[in-house]
């Protein structure tokens, strides 16, 4: 049975930081491209960021560069996105995501940025 299971979102003040874990059991992690996505009320599901399978390559959204930081590790079929310099626009529902030759989501983390 596949499994995504995201932790580690929150509220936080703007400026802080944040790290959402995505712990993942039932397919063969270390050959699928992992992504967050999130979604704000309202607005369409949009891609954060995406890792490779070999975490060799990483790409960003605008709006996140040079504050998001995307990792995996492979031995523990772990994705992270470690958020800092959060801004109120950050807020969303943040999922995980894995992509090869089938799409697999998890339920989604709460993040909020408010002071």
């Known amino acids: 049975q596949v499994q995504l299971v995201e932790s580690g979102g929150g509220l936080v003040q703007p400026g802080g930081s944040l790290r959402l874990s995505c712990a993942t059991s039932?397919?063969?992690?270390?050959?699928?491209?992992m992504s967050w996505y999130r979604q704000a009320p309202g607005k369409e599901r949009e891609l954060v960021a995406r890792?490779?399978?070999?975490?060799?390559?990483?790409n960003y959204t605008d709006s996140v560069k040079g504050r998001f930081t995307i990792s995996r590790d492979n031995g523990k079929n772990t994705v992270y996105l470690q958020m800092n310099s959060l801004k109120p626009e950050d807020t969303a529902m943040y999922y995980c995501?894995?992509?090869?030759?089938?799409?697999?989501w998890g339920q989604g983390t709460q993040v909020t940025v408010s002071s």
């Open positions: 995501n894995a992509y090869r030759s089938k799409n697999y």
């Open positions: 039932g397919f063969t992690f270390s050959t699928y491209i």
């Open positions: 890792i490779t399978s070999t975490g060799g390559k990483t």
